[in-house]
């Protein structure tokens, strides 16, 4: 693939590499360092002159840093004369400060402020998987491509339960409900969801399960675990109304505070998330976490994208 160079952040070397080695290609060399004062500094090891660049880097770990850093990659890049920057945002940023609430209504939005800081600091498109809200797209004025997880969800059900036939597809919140149709539609089985009434954030007063999961394989469905407060809760309430098992399938496995605590003393089967963020320290403390690896979906819509082909193929098939 001509033309084309892959560097990867400090926040996910190991999905970079994974994404390189699909596409035959060498990681681009870029050494990031911090002075003694904190200030980040890249410096890009190799010519990026007339290239078609990818930067891959996740909003994982130390979040902020790791974004300052992306921004400052863009920006060296583009003033070193790229022809295109892209950025490769497994999990975004800020994602969940898309609005502002009835309640507290001098709350920021601060992902349209990290939209604004990547559009400024030179991205000519940005490629993302799973946004907490779609609308976010609609903070770029650049091109958004966001990918699903939902093929690789489908098939790892299906490779894994035996009893998928007789499951139902559970969404801990009702902001989940469109994502879990779509997954009940394509296995032809049913949905259910359980409301909750949160007092503040990152606590849950407060559940009610609509639907049924009684003698059924119940698996959760959402699009991203931070401290695992909801899903805990989901897996008791469902477990309490009658299914036989729990599952809980997650894009993006944020799992900070006492979220693996919460996971080893709950009644999952198994907790699957994607490689969008880092999981082998996690994976070390809970033998209940699984990893499905998605890094060819974001290999294809590089390859793809380099090469001018359509990307929708991707939402709906999980590259070979």
């Not at 089985?189 to 999961?213: Q, S, T």
Request: charged share 25%; with cysteine.
């Amino acid at each position: 693939m001509p033309n084309i160079k892959i560097f990867s952040g400090s926040s996910h070397p190991d999905l970079g590499q994974k994404i390189a080695d699909r596409l035959g290609l060498e990681l681009g060399k870029v050494v990031t360092k911090k002075f003694s004062n904190q200030e980040t500094c890249v410096e890009i090891g190799e010519s990026v002159r007339g290239e078609d660049v990818y930067i891959v880097q996740s909003g994982c770990g130390e979040i902020n840093d790791n974004l300052m850093e992306l921004l400052i990659m863009i920006n060296a890049c583009k003033i070193a004369s790229a022809s295109r920057v892209t950025a490769v945002i497994p999990c975004f940023p800020y994602a969940r400060q898309d609005k502002k609430d009835k309640v507290g209504s001098r709350a920021p939005i601060s992902a349209k402020l990290v939209a604004n800081m990547l559009s400024v600091s030179g991205a000519d498109h940005i490629i993302t998987m799973d946004l907490h809200a779609s609308q976010i797209q609609g903070f770029f004025d650049i091109p958004v491509d966001n990918l699903y997880a939902e093929p690789a969800v489908l098939k790892w059900i299906k490779e894994n339960i035996n009893e998928w036939k007789n499951c139902t597809i559970v969404s801990p919140d009702a902001g989940g409900a469109k994502r879990v149709t779509s997954i009940a539609d394509r296995l032809n089985v049913d949905f259910a969801l359980i409301h909750k009434e949160r007092k503040k954030a990152n606590e849950v007063d407060r559940m009610v399960l609509v639907g049924d999961v009684k003698d059924r394989v119940a698996i959760l469905v959402d699009d991203m675990a931070d401290t695992c407060g909801t899903i805990c809760h989901a897996a008791d309430k469902l477990l309490s109304a009658g299914a036989t098992k729990v599952y809980a399938i997650l894009t993006h496995g944020i799992f900070s505070g006492p979220a693996i605590t919460r996971i080893n003393n709950a009644c999952f089967e198994a907790v699957v998330v994607t490689n969008t963020i880092p999981q082998e320290d996690k994976m070390k403390h809970c033998s209940k976490i699984q990893v499905i690896d998605i890094s060819m979906i974001l290999a294809e819509a590089i390859r793809r994208t380099h090469n001018g082909e359509s990307v929708s193929y991707l939402f709906s098939h999980v590259p070979l």
